[in-house]
Nanobody, 126 residues
Framework: QVQLVESGGGLVQTGGSLRLSCAAS????????MGWFRQAPGKERELVAA????????YYRNFVKGRFTISRDNAKNTVYLQMNSLKPEDTAVYYC???????????????????WGQGTQVTVSS
């Protein structure tokens, strides 16, 4: 079992920044990959970024490349998502998720992740 708790969401103006955190417990944190997903109203949940267990490899969707940075601190059992240059279209509930089955190929679908946090709302005003 893995428990995940997100924090750091909020309301920000276009061009602003937020940092999301996700604290994990229950298994050796460095042994599994982590992902950040988001879901806007009426849309499917989509992967934003992912990071390997060691933190040495990362993956980003094109729509956040150059603006968002995923990182992790395995000593603190925490993964982060630094979001800069935010746009109104980034408005969504953001979820962190644990991928206990990660291999040589990045998992991009929600069904490929095993545990989820409760989500944190990010709202970007225009």
């Amino acid at each position: 079992q893995v428990q995940l708790v997100e924090s750091g969401g909020g309301l920000v103006q276009t061009g602003g920044s937020l940092r999301l955190s996700c604290a994990a417990s229950g298994r050796t944190f460095s042994s599994y990959a982590m992902g950040w997903f988001r879901q806007a109203p009426g849309k499917e949940r989509e992967l934003v970024a992912a990071i390997s267990g060691s933190g040495g490899s990362t993956y980003y969707r094109n729509f956040v490349k150059g603006r968002f940075t995923i990182s992790r601190d395995n000593a603190k059992n925490t993964v982060y998502l630094q979001m800069n240059s935010l746009k109104p279209e980034d408005t969504a509930v953001y979820y962190c998720a644990a991928d206990l089955r990660s291999g040589s190929v990045w998992h991009t679908r929600p069904s490929e992740y095993d545990y989820w946090g409760q989500g944190t709302q990010v709202t970007v005003s225009s």
